[in-house]
């Protein structure tokens, strides 16, 4: 069982901007696909972003490109979000995600996903 454990939630204005860490417990990371996912209140829990095991493929929902950045550092077992020009609805619990994939490419559904961790709150105050 993979574990992660994201970091980095905190509360910021809006137009600010967060940087977030998910750390894997071991080196089967580098085999994974990952994702970030949110859910605001009262809502679903919706894709974000995602990178594929090579860190070649990304993919973002459309309301946060241009804005968010995934990446991937297999060296630390650890992949970040590095959210800009914040808004109040980005506002919600921030899940990392990862999957095993057959091929090199970036997962959007959730049911694409083994193992998860236990969120982060990133709250945009207007």
């Known amino acids: 069982q993979v574990q992660l454990v994201e970091s980095g939630g905190e509360m910021v204005q809006a137009g600010g901007s967060l940087r977030l860490s998910c750390a894997a417990s071991?080196?089967?990371?580098?085999?994974?696909?990952m994702g970030w996912f949110r859910q605001a209140p009262g809502k679903e829990r919706e894709f974000v972003a995602a990178i594929s095991r090579s860190g070649f493929k990304l993919d973002y929902v459309d309301s946060v490109k241009g804005r968010f950045s995934i990446s991937r550092d297999n060296a630390k077992n650890t992949v970040f979000l590095q959210m800009n020009a914040l808004k109040p609805e980005d506002t919600a619990v921030y899940y990392c995600?990862?999957?095993?994939?057959?091929?090199?490419?970036?997962?959007?559904?959730?049911?694409?996903?083994?193992?998860w961790g236990q969120g982060t709150q990133v709250t945009v105050s207007s």
């Open positions: 071991d080196l089967r990371f580098r085999w994974l696909a």
């Open positions: 995600a990862g999957g095993t994939t057959t091929l090199d490419y970036p997962p959007s559904i959730e049911n694409d996903y083994t193992y």
